[in-house]
């Protein structure tokens, strides 16, 4: 992968980010490559997140339309999209640079909702982590139909449910009570919110389903976001169809550590400890 022209994406509303975009910029440069800030476009060849995982959710749909591989520089805070800490910023992008960088492709969701009569109600929406249905904070438990192709799964009651990406497994989904799912696996999660009957369990299912979820009795105040921005508001009778997008993200994983210490990391498994290598004697086995 030759880098000659990037995209440095930053934090809004942050003087310091923007003084380290800057400088990034010109650090670039230096490399003989082609900087801007805030630009996002199809003959870039890499887009540099600075910031945390919202930033880096807010242009993902457009990153994975044009293919544009991501990096996501991490001065947020949990930051498990935006792997790369502060400190590694200039040696990860070095290696990057020297075609040394391992791309993923993470699997999107897109989502269109429907009237009672099937027809689109606006444009869909992309999403990287999850979309959600959800009601209004005070409003009675929701009754949602579900569907995985044109099978029927099961009618939650409950205050939601969460369609969710391997990567968004270790978002909302997580909160839920919902699996985490490694990110190089290809599925969609279904977790129900806070169900009534406590069987309502969480669904695994193959990426090549759309599910369909419909709003079974009238309620008030229930929304569908996606990656946490508002995508409609949603009537009674009304469908929700989610599938994988045809294009995933590309996203280039850190080059100093991998999913399970970024994990032992944001969620303070063992204390952090670093564990160990796996024995010399399983290894050999394994290559026989």
Known sequence: ?????????????????????????????????????????????????????????????????????????????????????????????????????????????????????????????????EVVILKGSTEPLLRLCCWADEEYVATYKADGLIISTPTGSTAYNLSAGGPIAHAKLEAILLTPICPFMLESRPVLLPPQMQVTAQLARPANKVKVMADGRLAWNMEANAFLTVEAAAKPLRLISSPHKGYFAILRSKLNWASCDNGSPLPDCVRVAQSR
Not at 35 to 41: G, R
Not at 68 to 79: F, S, T
Request: net charge negative; proline share 4%.
């Open 1 to 129: 992968m030759r880098i000659r022209r990037v995209g440095i994406i930053i934090r809004k509303d942050s003087p310091v980010v923007q003084r380290i975009g800057e400088e990034l910029a010109a650090w670039f440069a230096q490399h003989c490559v082609q900087a801007e800030l805030d630009k996002i476009e199809p003959d870039m060849d890499l887009l540099t997140i600075l910031g945390g995982d919202g930033t880096l959710l807010h242009v993902a749909d457009q990153a994975a339309h044009y293919g544009i591989p991501v990096v996501g520089i991490n001065l947020g805070h949990l930051g498990f999209l935006t792997e790369v800490a502060a400190e590694e910023m200039y040696p990860a992008l070095a290696e990057i640079l020297n075609a040394k960088a391992e791309i993923e492709e993470r699997l999107m969701l897109k989502a269109q909702l429907l009237d009672e009569t099937g027809l689109a109600i606006g444009q869909p929406w992309f999403a990287l982590n």
